[in-house]
């Protein structure tokens, strides 16, 4: 068992265990954060997790875990390791069941007062046209030719559909399609799941918030991002659905044997993996790339489908009803990217499992709107809690593969929350605080109560402190749907 005093402490938000820890680990294993948030890495076993990555074969540099650190499977969620192309390894347990787990903000021209006297049909219209809820099925229906299409091609597929613009394409992480997705790797029964469920949160901790600027801490980057106070925006959390999570399953299960075939040593059943060079790579890989191409494009549908909602419950009340897009952040993936590593470029496949990509100004995978300031970054809190705008930098991208938190991180599990608080008293909570909350699950409202979460101040101003990302905006919710 890891004690914290075995730990390094190399600056106020990091702290260090060497690999002489223990002989079997390739590199060291950081954490980032202050030292409260070091503290409660310890209350679960992502530590150990932590741990068991840096032991994995090509791993470079360091085995990370972000502020919004907490037990998951394999890695621990806000795991971030980068492993060799050329003889390293691909694990899904570095990955996640729901593959590209992301958020998408729009940004309105609307203040909060234009919204107010309307804002009680405007989340009813929302909750009716954003379905929501475990196994619930989305606003449209795919046939198989056009699920494949979905699978390789993303948000183009939702551009050819009229779901998208070529802006908001532009405004989305890899322009909303990773290249490399196979349909047919993708298992039938995956395809089955996510065949009905295009356009659908989903539950856990997928939301839909109405959301506005309440802060500014950096006005060149925010008017850049379009971002002004008392603005309203919206944030749309969720990732590949049913899809997603079968591809992760079937994948962990065909994987089974691969370690013992290619000779390599896991610490972990979690953590089974292949060369990401092998046949079975290679597949997950394209598997894996195709589950999140579904989740770009889910994401996008539902964009679509709030910008609908917007109008039609707007219309004549407010003249200028446009969302625009502001970003849209993966989580939950691993993805082939060029380094620095040692002072010598390297091709690596950085796993960012609760992690979002953070990627500094001038990077040429940026779109030319934001490659003079940096990619924007989305970090979500709880339902009761602000949500923060940040922007890569160039000293997050040198010691982190250019990786940052992708919210506050659970402090609870859900088991635990559901016996700690009710539904009821969740939601009578959040309306004192002038929140508005659809639900179609009171038990899942009790499983997301904020006390299950970590202060998302506290995880920000670590990520802030260590240098890897800079704060742009804040912001605060005036409704909430959850599924």
Same mark, same amino acid.
């Given at each position: !068992?890891?004690? $914290?005093?075995?730990?390094? #402490?190399?600056?106020?938000?990091?702290?260090?265990?060497?690999?002489?820890?223990?002989?079997?680990?390739?590199?060291?294993?950081?954490? *980032? &954060?202050?030292? #409260?948030?070091?503290?409660?890495?310890?209350?679960? %076993?992502?530590?150990?997790?932590?741990?068991?990555?840096? !032991?994995?074969?090509?791993?470079? /540099?360091?085995?990370?875990?972000?502020?919004?650190?907490?037990? &998951?499977?394999?890695?621990?969620?806000?795991?971030?390791?980068?492993?060799?192309?050329?003889?390293?390894?691909?694990?899904?347990?570095?990955?996640? *069941?729901?593959?590209?787990?992301?958020?998408? !903000?729009?940004?309105?021209? !609307?203040?909060?007062?234009?919204?107010?006297?309307?804002? =009680?049909?405007?989340?009813?219209?929302?909750?009716?046209?954003?379905?929501?809820?475990?196994?619930?099925?989305?606003?449209? +229906?795919?046939?198989? %030719?056009?699920?494949?299409?979905?699978?390789?091609?993303?948000?183009?597929?939702? @551009?050819? %559909? &009229?779901?998208?613009?070529?802006?908001?394409?532009?405004?989305?992480?890899?322009?909303?399609? @990773?290249?490399?997705?196979?349909?047919?790797?993708?298992?039938? +029964?995956? %395809?089955?799941?996510?065949?009905?469920?295009?356009?659908?949160?989903?539950?856990?901790?997928?939301?839909?918030? @109405?959301?506005?600027?309440?802060?500014?801490?950096?006005?060149?980057?925010?008017?850049?991002?379009?971002? +002004?106070?008392?603005?309203?925006?919206?944030? @749309?959390?969720?990732?590949?659905?049913?899809?997603?999570?079968?591809?992760?399953?079937?994948?962990?299960?065909?994987?089974?044997?691969?370690?013992?075939?290619?000779?390599?040593?896991?610490?972990?059943?979690?953590?089974?993996?292949?060369?990401? #060079?092998?046949? =079975?790579?290679?597949?997950?890989?394209?598997?894996?790339?195709?589950?999140?191409?579904?989740?770009?494009?889910? /994401?996008?549908?539902?964009?679509?489908?709030?910008?609908?909602?917007?109008?039609?419950?707007?219309?004549? $009340?407010?003249?200028?009803?446009?969302?625009?897009?502001? *970003?849209?952040?993966?989580?939950?993936?691993? $993805?082939?990217? =060029?380094?620095?590593?040692? &002072?010598?470029?390297?091709?690596?496949?950085?796993?960012? $499992?609760?992690?979002?990509?953070?990627?500094?100004?001038g990077h040429p995978d940026l779109p030319a709107v934001y490659r003079e300031v940096g990619q924007p970054v989305l970090v979500p809190g709880s339902m009761g809690t602000a949500s923060y705008v940040l922007v890569g930098t160039a000293d997050g991208f040198g010691e982190t593969f250019g990786s940052t938190c992708h919210g506050a991180g659970r402090t609870m599990s859900r088991n635990a929350a559901i016996r700690a608080t009710r539904g009821e008293q969740v939601r009578a909570d959040l309306n004192r605080q002038g929140i508005v909350v659809r639900t179609g699950s009171l038990r899942g409202l009790a499983e997301e109560a904020p006390m299950a979460y970590k202060e998302v101040d506290q995880v920000v101003e670590s990520v802030a402190g260590a240098g890897l990302a800079g704060k742009v905006a804040r912001v605060h919710p005036v409704a909430v749907i959850k599924g």
């Amino acid at each position: !068992m890891v004690e $914290k005093n075995q730990f390094e #402490q190399l600056s106020d938000y990091v702290w260090e265990l060497p690999p002489h820890y223990d002989a079997r680990m390739r590199v060291p294993a950081r954490i *980032y &954060g202050n030292e #409260q948030i070091f503290d409660m890495a310890f209350r679960d %076993k992502s530590v150990e997790q932590l741990v068991n990555v840096a !032991m994995l074969p090509g791993i470079v /540099r360091y085995a990370m875990a972000m502020p919004d650190m907490h037990q &998951g499977y394999g890695f621990p969620i806000g795991g971030v390791a980068a492993f060799r192309y050329s003889d390293g390894i691909v694990s899904p347990g570095g990955v996640g *069941y729901d593959i590209n787990c992301g958020v998408r !903000m729009l940004a309105s021209a !609307m203040d909060y007062e234009d919204i107010e006297p309307y804002l =009680e049909e405007l989340i009813a219209t929302l909750f009716k046209v954003c379905p929501s809820g475990v196994g619930e099925d989305g606003s449209v +229906r795919l046939s198989d %030719k056009e699920l494949d299409d979905v699978l390789e091609r993303g948000t183009e597929w939702a @551009i050819s %559909k &009229g779901y998208a613009t070529r802006a908001d394409a532009e405004r989305t992480e890899s322009y909303g399609r @990773i290249a490399g997705a196979r349909a047919d790797v993708v298992p039938k +029964r995956a %395809k089955e799941r996510g065949r009905p469920q295009m356009g659908s949160l989903g539950s856990g901790n997928h939301f839909l918030e @109405i959301d506005v600027v309440d802060e500014i801490y950096n006005a060149d980057v925010a008017t850049a991002f379009g971002l +002004r106070p008392g603005q309203v925006v919206v944030q @749309i959390h969720c990732g590949s659905r049913g899809l997603g999570h079968e591809v992760c399953e079937q994948a962990i299960r065909a994987l089974q044997d691969a370690p013992r075939r290619y000779g390599i040593t896991i610490p972990d059943r979690e953590l089974v993996a292949a060369p990401v #060079q092998s046949a =079975e790579g290679q597949e997950y890989m394209a598997g894996m790339a195709a589950a999140a191409n579904y989740a770009f494009a889910n /994401r996008q549908v539902l964009a679509h489908f709030v910008r609908q909602a917007f109008d039609r419950v707007l219309a004549s $009340k407010v003249t200028d009803r446009d969302l625009h897009q502001v *970003y849209d952040v993966a989580h939950n993936i691993a $993805k082939v990217e =060029e380094h620095a590593v040692d &002072g010598k470029p390297m091709k690596v496949v950085v796993h960012r $499992k609760g992690a979002t990509r953070s990627f500094p100004p001038g990077h040429p995978d940026l779109p030319a709107v934001y490659r003079e300031v940096g990619q924007p970054v989305l970090v979500p809190g709880s339902m009761g809690t602000a949500s923060y705008v940040l922007v890569g930098t160039a000293d997050g991208f040198g010691e982190t593969f250019g990786s940052t938190c992708h919210g506050a991180g659970r402090t609870m599990s859900r088991n635990a929350a559901i016996r700690a608080t009710r539904g009821e008293q969740v939601r009578a909570d959040l309306n004192r605080q002038g929140i508005v909350v659809r639900t179609g699950s009171l038990r899942g409202l009790a499983e997301e109560a904020p006390m299950a979460y970590k202060e998302v101040d506290q995880v920000v101003e670590s990520v802030a402190g260590a240098g890897l990302a800079g704060k742009v905006a804040r912001v605060h919710p005036v409704a909430v749907i959850k599924g």
